[in-house]
């Protein structure tokens, strides 16, 4: 097979080992002479795959009792009303810090159904750096406050938390969530679409304390309850099987890896392999604040728009894919998350010294 290097943003690379274990149960998962994928969401096998998936989740993220833990569909999007709908239960009031497209999305769908405060933003830089929060402006009387915590598309990530004090805060951490250790305690919700550091499209992790279920808006639809996922054990409709099954495979992993202390020194490792290089080379720039740049999607450009497009079509065909940089930063953005080997990361700097000499 043809050994490649997959730097997609998202749906993104997943571990070979969790690959080669699915294809080893595809046809017959244990003993049931079927394929988890015909599998119904009733039967003793799954409920014990999704009971798995959970305790691993659990495990891995330290995540206290007085939290739930959801398996939904409709991706990170979908939270995006979710969240609003749930959590305006007092002054209908949110703050939000603006780093991006996804947390303008989340602005743009919250206001629908209350008072939605832009807190910060770093929309004027096009979106360069987490921009420093002050937090005697934030609103005490706030339903939630609200943070995507790694931008997938400008590459930066929060190295601190907002102290909210008793607001909840709540986090998008669709790309970085498993990616180092984090204090579930900090947040009220959190919520990640799985296609970039958990598994397939198609599955939605939720987890979220305790006392902020149960008070959805009465508008709220039975799907963007809360409580109800709750009180069925996600299982109110048919939940996405398939890829809680593969979700289940990579908890296994990174369990395997060590745990998220081992996996942060990994990506550690790799991120400062590839910046090190970046911030040493005359032809390549990053393009984000060094000190809020993402540990999963390293974002750069070159001097001219030929170059990139060259860069990324050249690369391409030495097997690293999918280096192409969103529309709205241009240039490249390599995405390297936790399945992402070193090797992959050392391939890609290789390649990057051999084009900057071709090209000075
Ligand atoms: C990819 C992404 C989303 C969108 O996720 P969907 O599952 O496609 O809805 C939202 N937020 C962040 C931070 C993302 O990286």
């Known amino acids: 097979m043809k050994q490649v290097y997959n730097f997609s943003a998202g749906p993104a690379i997943l571990p070979e080992a969790v690959l080669k274990k699915a294809q080893e149960e ?10 988890v994928m015909e599998m119904s969401h009733r039967s003793k096998e799954f409920k014990d795959i999704i009971l798995e998936a959970e305790n691993l989740l659990r495990e891995l993220m330290d995540i206290p009792s007085n939290y739930k833990v959801l398996f939904l569909q409709g991706g990170a999007s979908s939270q995006f009303a979710m969240v609003p709908l749930n959590l305006f239960r007092k002054s209908c009031k949110a703050d939000y810090v603006n780093t991006g ?3 303008q999305k989340a602005i743009e769908e919250a206001k629908r159904y209350g008072k939605v405060r832009i807190v910060a933003s770093s929309k004027k830089e096009n979106f360069n750096h987490i921009p420093s929060l002050d937090p005697s402006s934030f609103d005490e009387g706030a339903d939630y406050f609200y943070i995507t915590t790694n931008n997938t598309i ?9 102290d909210t004090k008793d607001v909840p805060l709540v986090a998008d951490m669709s790309s970085n969530i498993l990616s180092e250790p ?3 305690s900090n947040f009220g919700v959190i919520f990640a679409g799985a296609q970039k550091n958990i598994g397939p499209a198609g599955l939605t992790v939720v987890i979220i304390r ?14 963007f309850n809360y409580k109800i996922h709750v ?22 992993w990174i369990k395997e890896q060590g745990g998220l202390e081992a996996i942060a020194e990994k990506n550690r490792e790799k991120a400062k392999l590839l910046y090190d290089y970046i911030d040493s080379s005359s032809l390549f720039k990053g393009t984000v604040n060094k000190k809020d740049r993402s540990l999963m999607n ?9 170059l990139d497009a060259a860069f990324v079509e050249e690369a391409a065909k030495e097997g690293l894919m999918n280096l192409k940089g969103h529309r709205s930063v241009g240039g490249m953005r390599a995405s390297i998350y936790n399945a992402m080997p070193i090797e992959g990361v050392q391939a890609l700097v290789s390649f990057m010294k051999a084009f900057e000499e071709k090209n000075i």
């Open 26 to 35: 595809m046809l017959c998962y244990k003993d049931t002479g079927i394929s």
């Open 154 to 162: 400008y590459g930066t990530r929060y190295t601190t938390l907002p």
């Open 101 to 103: 497209r996804w947390s």
């Open 210 to 223: 305790d006392d902020l279920i149960g008070q959805a808006m009465d508008i709220t639809p039975n799907m």
């Open 182 to 184: 984090c204090d579930v």
């Open 231 to 252: 009180d069925a054990n996600s299982m109110y409709n048919t939940p996405p099987t398939y890829s809680i099954y593969i979700a289940k495979l990579v908890f296994q």
């Open 298 to 306: 390293v974002t750069f450009v070159l001097p001219t728009k030929e």
